[in-house]
Structure formats: structure tokens, C-alpha cells
């Protein structure tokens, strides 16, 4: 018989069964998540299924997040917020409110998810988990709170897309563009229901923070999970944030002769940016094909490239220089750690200085509620995850979708422009200062 995949080996820890791709399994879940938009409901199913005796299976693994509408952008917001607050009140769970942070930088940042974990989300971008080794999945409210009073869910154990690249990266070149690259490969279908367990040596060099892009990002394929195996690089940034050191669980690595659906490999020297086109993340296409597309508005952010390294490079790029007439930038920091990064290295004021707009950490801008929505005909390079129509406004606006470095280049142009034009930085790991303050 051949070997595992990761997720089926996890899936198999977290079981107690031996179990292969297509097997269902109830399996104990580490990390629970929901945030103001999908709490409510998820407290609901809770309340229904605890009845008159409500108890939180793992309070201390139950996170709660103020971020989709954060700053309240209206009333039902509003009391939404306060729905959310009074239930961590009441039964204990982590709660991080309006600025803290997106979900999926706070379950980061504050150490929640480590090597071998399994976390569920209410939120389709809770495959970023898999960027520090954990098998990370959005589900529904209904899922969420059931599993809040019990600890359990029931999996279908899914088969798993392979991607390897080897090489080095070329100038202009980031983990955005490799996973524009895969999802315009195989479709934003693709993936359904599938894991994408990304590896090779241009994966291996990579700091986490370019790792969780390419997890986040699995869901735009279908993916229900992206993974890529822990390593000493993902221990040491573990422990820099919190100060502990985790395991690396030896189920978190594939067998060398794995069964995987499909394995994609790439040379990392081949690889050019890329920009997916309106209005879905599989139009993909090398930079060179939308080269002078104007753009009316920049979107540097969203919880795929709102970290701060991400930041950095779009600030190095416009540093003592203007934003192009009639081009406006957004910038929404991932975390309130990022957002104090920013401003201790002076990146807040390169911006500000620049003509930009500089908010709190949230989630308005990527889905379109507040801070910075597109108006019709409106044309916007964001570093965002979706670009459907409607997505970030109007439904008459256009949103490309590219890598920090091509959104800062375009900045200087007004237009979509090659990264390749200016001078690049990129970046390890930043350890910043300040989490969980």
C-alpha cells in the first residue's frame, strides 16, 4: 500500500483510526473560531444543542474575533458586536475585539495554532492555518457551534493536490504570484474538496509569512485545506511570537511515496508576476498581458497580504514619492501589531506622506462594506484574495488581484505595471513587537 498524504495522516492522529482519502472520520478538533458575522448564528446552534445546561467544550481554544465589520459600519454591526462580546463574557471564550486583528493573523500571531493542529473556522480563509503546519478549514455556523459544545466533527478525508516548485524565485516574483500561477492552472474548481499540500525547495526557503499566503489562497481552487509540512523555519517563528517552542508531529510530513490525486511541479526560474483579471481568481495571466490597464484605486491589505512584510514592500517602492494623480491607496494592516510595526518603523508616515489611507485592522475593504468600497466603473489592484463581481463594492467595478510588489509599482504609474521596472525588497520574518498588546 502506498504512503499518506499529510492531511490523511493528520486526520488519522486526530481520529484514533487508520483512515485514506474518501474515508469519513469524527475527529477532535484543537482550535474553534467565529467572528462577528458568522458568531451569531454559530451561538444559536450552540445554545440550541447545549440546551439548559451551556458549557464551551474548550474555552481557551475558542476564539472569537471583531473584524468583518469593524469599526461598526452600521447598527446591526453594532449590536452584532455587543452579541459576540456578551457570549465570551458569559461562557469564557478568547475574544478580540474591533482592531485587534483579522481572524486568521490573531490565531497566528497569539500562538493558537501549532504543527499537527486541526482548527476550524466560520470563514472560508481558515486554510491559512495550514501555513504553520495545521490542517486549517472554514465551515458553517451550524458545524461551529456544534462542535463548540462537543469538540468533534465528522470529515470526509480528502484527497490532496500536490505542488512542488524548485528553484529560486526571480526578482519580482512572490508567494502570491505562485498561487495566482496554481489557481489559474486548475481552475477555481480545481481543488474541490481536495487539500493542496505545497513543497519543494522554493516552498522550503520560504519565511512563513509568504507560507500562509499560499494556504489562505487554497480555498480560492476549492481547496478544503492548504498545508505545507512544519520545519524548523515554522518552529522558530512560533516561538518568536509566543516564546514557546512547539513540536514538529511526525504525522505533519508526507510519506515520500504519498498518493496524491495530482502533482503539479514548476521551476521557480520560469515563473513571472501574475495578475488574475476581473472577475475570478482564475483568470490568471503573466503581468505583461495588463501592463497600462488603469487603475482608479490601490488595496494594500486583507488577511492574505496584510502582514507586515507585505506592507514593507509596497512602502519601500513609494517611499518620498507621490501616488499617481487620480489614484487613491487604501492600506488595512492584518493586525494591531502591524499596525504598530508600521508606525515604529515609519512605514505609517511613508504612506501617509504618499497620499494614502492608512486604517485599523479588518475586513471592510476585501468584501466591500466600508472603508474604501468601489464605486461604478471604478478599477481597482488590490492585494486581496477574490475578485467577483460586487466583491469590493459596486458590482459596475473591476478588481485585479496581484502581489504587494505589483500594487506598489502601479502606485507610482497609476497603471498595472511589471514589479520588475523598480527596486524590490524582500523580506524574512518579522518578529513584531507588540503581540497580543
Known amino acids: ?36 458575522v458568522t458568531g451569531p448564528l454559530t451561538f444559536e446552534v450552540f445554545e440550541d444543542v447545549t440546551g439548559d445546561d451551556p458549557e464551551l467544550v474548550d474555552p481557551d481554544n475558542t476564539v472569537i474575533t471583531i473584524d468583518h465589520h469593524a469599526p461598526a459600519d452600521g447598527v446591526k454591526a453594532a449590536n452584532n458586536h455587543n452579541i459576540v ?26 500562538g493558537f495554532v501549532s504543527p499537527g493542529d486541526l482548527v476550524i473556522g466560520a470563514d472560508s480563509h481558515s486554510t491559512t492555518f495550514g501555513g504553520v503546519g495545521g490542517f486549517g478549514t472554514g465551515v ?8 463548540l459544545a462537543t469538540g468533534e466533527l465528522w470529515f470526509r478525508v480528502p484527497e ?33 474538496y481536495m487539500s493542496a499540500e505545497y513543497g519543494g525547495s522554493a516552498v522550503e526557503s520560504m519565511p512563513i509569512h509568504e507560507r500562509l499566503v499560499l494556504s489562505n489562497m487554497a480555498i480560492e481552487m476549492g481547496g478544503k485545506a492548504g498545508i505545507v509540512a512544519p520545519d524548523e523555519r515554522t518552529v522558530d517563528f512560533l516561538e518568536a511570537q509566543t ?13 515520500d511515496d504519498a498518493d496524491y490525486e495530482a502533482v503539479h511541479t514548476y521551476r521557480a526560474e520560469s515563473l513571472s508576476p501574475q495578475v488574475s483579471t476581473p472577475s475570478n481568481p ?17 488595496f494594500v491589505g486583507t488577511c492574505t497580504n496584510g502582514r507586515y512584510e507585505d506592507i514593507r514592500i509596497v512602502a519601500d517602492v513609494i517611499e ?42 479588518g475586513c471592510g475593504s476585501c468584501f466591500g462594506t466600508h472603508q474604501g468600497v468601489l464605486g461604478d466603473g471604478d478599477v481597482c489592484l488590490a492585494t486581496a484574495n477574490r475578485n467577483f463581481p460586487g466583491r469590493e463594492g459596486s458590482m459596475e467595478s473591476e478588481v485585479y488581484l496581484a502581489s504587494p510588489a505589483t500594487v506598489g509599482a502601479s502606485a507610482l504609474y497609476g497603471e498595472i505595471t511589471d514589479p520588475r521596472q523598480v527596486e524590490l525588497n524582500r523580506y524574512d520574518d518579522y518578529v513584531l513587537d507588540g503581540v497580543g498588546a
Open 243 to 255: 516564546g514557546e517552542r512547539p513540536e514538529i508531529p511526525a504525522y505533519t510530513q508526507p510519506d
Open 282 to 298: 482564475e483568470n490568471a495571466v503573466p503581468v505583461d498581458e495588463v501592463v497600462g490597464t488603469e487603475i482608479d484605486q490601490l
Open 1 to 36: 500500500m502506498t504512503g499518506k498524504t499529510i492531511s490523511e495522516k493528520l486526520l488519522s492522529e486526530k481520529s484514533g483510526t487508520d483512515v485514506r482519502a474518501g474515508d469519513y472520520v469524527e475527529a477532535g478538533v484543537d482550535v474553534m473560531m467565529t467572528h462577528d
Open 160 to 192: 490532496t493536490l500536490r505542488f512542488e516548485v524548485e528553484g529560486d524565485l526571480p526578482d519580482g516574483v512572490y508567494a502570491k504570484d505562485l498561487i495566482l500561477k496554481f489557481i489559474g492552472d486548475v481552475g477555481f474548481d480545481g481543488c474541490t
Open 85 to 110: 462580546r456578551e457570549f465570551a463574557d458569559e461562557y469564557g471564550a478568547q475574544q478580540y475585539d474591533v482592531g485587534d486583528g483579522i481572524c486568521h493573523q490573531v490565531l497566528v500571531e497569539e
Open 320 to 361: 518620498g514619492e507621490r501616488l499617481a494623480p487620480d489614484t487613491r491607496m487604501v492600506v488595512v494592516p492584518a493586525s494591531k501589531s502591524v499596525y504598530k510595526q508600521m508606525m515604529h518603523t515609519g512605514v505609517m508616515e511613508t504612506f501617509v506622506d504618499a497620499g494614502a489611507i492608512v486604517q485599523s485592522a
Open 140 to 147: 458553517g455556523s451550524t458545524d461551529l457551534g456544534t462542535t
